[in-house]
């Protein structure tokens, strides 16, 4: 091996050491000469060397997006963002997917530092998506929701709708259907509103096919037991002072039925019959709506309780400016407490049994 | 923010005068056609008007900017054109090197021994770096750079600070597929551990061993520099006043703490590193054609 290093070398000096030996000249002529090695391919990625080559692609690619986009933004001259331009931008919302689907995606080992630095870029990328898209410029919105949906979850909409109930509906005749829940009772309310044509006609009954079947018949024998009215003095005074007194002005009246009974039958208790009419109360509209319910599972708290909720669920759809008020009023609230469970080693869920000294 | 509006639109005012800059924000806040009012943006027509609104003052700022000053982008020294506007090896001056702060060495008492012959002197308790002899060593590292890349070799740029990241990388873009660069940590074990670090099948079918690496912060990467040193990688680097040279086969003697100088120096390597990618492909190209030439001639004519 020495003296192939030396032949191939050209230039060396031939050193005269012991271990050398002589070769003649003209034997070296026919010699062929060691061909080099065949060259292998270099790595493809520039950051090879790094050792996280996969990870460092991805995010460069990442953050080469995020200048590009900043660079178009500028251009749009809407970076940079005045303070009171930020104030009207929608929240941001962004759920990126868990730690291990990343760790899948980018093809890496995601520690805590690299999966916040990943999470950093895409929250930029979010809020330059997020300006595009309030500014109108859909097309780079979607340039960019497209390098985004990759690190999203599928689910994000359900994620994000999730605390937010759905509008309710109402029917062809303008009712509603809410639902409450008290401790182990549930309330399935139906509201309409009450008609105030019927109440202008002096005398007449009330009824109209308008209102529904809920109230008719609640409403109708009510009216028609009583006579008709005269226009001025209280009825049943013809003489004296009294029947110079104007006539008094019906009053619109809600009606609520519970399992087909009357309110006042189906809670004989005053605490609950108050705390159902309570939501009326407070929004101030006693005698606007007509309220059928079925009320099932629990004691009498827990169904008024449950009919109470629903009540106010469906006075906040019919007139969403009440909602406040409710809401502040703890209202439209779902009561959670419930009923503790009892304990081992315990009479009930709290009470203790008697403590013997021995 | 008058100042930012003005970095990307207007370019015959001064940037780095704030006379100017000072006077044309008056000019915004005084002119009712440009000025933006501060009002929440609410619909789409209301960003549309402040965009155009944002346009209209750059479109004045652009048109009576010809009739100012003489200064221009081009003519202009900006932070950004170290790292964007590299020199080449053969254009860098010793005021450049200066002006980056490459002569700013280490204080006395952390001096090596083996690097007085570099220095300069002393001032201020701080070693100066005689730039006489850092261009002559920097012009040779350059050659190296060319020498290796002109014969098909792959050059690994390490820079392992955040403000290293991006000149590192960018040097490595110039250099094409024979560049390789290294933002973060380098792992122990890259070069001498790398059957298990990127595989067997990895290891015995790619060119693992880089031709050439450049540190620009050698201390912090002693290791790498030894795991060259193991592999026969010959090696560039940026010592400072407390390095021994020795460590790196071409010292350049200069601040290892400055972005500008790193920035200046990873430039103009990566530069001849470029010049030499392409003396590679002239010649590929000429060698392909050679063979094409060759296979043809030995095909019969049909």
Redesign the interface.
Known sequence: MNIARQIAGGAFRFRAYATAAYVPPASLEGMQRARPPP?????ES??????RANY?DQL?ALEDAAKQTKHAL?E???L?L?R??Q??LPPLQAVWKNKDDLAEIMEANLTTSRYRRLIGQLNQLNEYRRLAE???HMDLAVRIQHILEMFERENKDAILARGKSKPVKFDQYGRTYTVGRRKESTARVWTIAVQPSADEQAGSSSTTPAQGELAAPVSTPQESLLPSQPATGIPGFTSGPLSLAPAPIKVPTTNILVNGMPLVDFFPHLIDRERVVRPFRIAGLLGAYNVFALVRGGGSTGQSGALALGIAKALAAHVPEVEPMLRKAKLLKRDPRSVERKKTGRAKARKAYTWVKR | MALSLLRHRAPAVARCSSLAAAGAARVRQNSSFAKVEERPLESPEDWTNFQLKRAQYETLLETFGEFGSTQTRDNTFQPHHTLHRPVAPKDVTLSALIASGAHFGHSQKRMNPNFVPYAYGVRAGITIIDLDHTLPLLRRAAQVVRGVAARGGSVVFVGTRADLRQPVRMAAERMGKQGYHVGERWLPGTLTNRVHMFGPEVARDEQVIPDLAIFLNPIPNIHAIRECALEHVPTIGIVDSNVDPRIVMYPIPANDESTRTAELISGLLSVAGREGVAIYQEEQAKAALAASKRARSREPFV
């Open positions: 060259i292998k391919p270099k790595p520039p950051t090879f060397y790094s050792g460092y460069l500028q749009l001259q809407l940079p005045p009171f331009a104030q009207n309030v500014a109108g």
